[in-house]
């Protein structure tokens, strides 16, 4: 599959991408090689295949929810914009 110059420069316009004139031919070679590579995996053979998810068989595996108390609460907050009583400060969200 082939891309012209100007479908590129459209799908760059949508993307708001400034393409300098010397980087156009890369793009053009770049996008071709994606849009084959994704009609290579479109034709592949799937008719006899059965539908996954995943590999993995477990199901909402959650950890339980302890407090661990930080030790450095100090460096924790040195990079924090605001802090209040030990803690960040944030703007007012509602």
């Known amino acids: 599959?082939?891309?012209?110059?100007?479908?590129?420069?459209?799908?760059?316009?949508?993307?708001?991408?400034?393409?300098k004139e010397e980087e156009i031919d890369k793009y053009l070679l770049n996008l071709t090689d994606i849009l084959n590579f994704a009609n290579t995996v479109n034709e592949a053979p799937v008719d006899d295949l059965k539908e996954t998810i995943g590999t993995n068989t477990n199901y909402n595996v959650f950890r339980k929810d302890e407090i661990v108390?930080?030790?450095?609460?100090?460096?924790?907050?040195?990079?924090?914009?605001?802090?209040e009583q030990n803690m960040f400060k944030i703007p007012k969200v509602i």
């Open 1 to 19: 599959m082939n891309v012209t110059r100007e479908e590129l420069l459209h799908i760059a316009k949508l993307a708001n991408l400034t393409i």
């Open 69 to 83: 108390e930080f030790d450095n609460k100090e460096g924790l907050l040195q990079n924090a914009p605001e802090k």
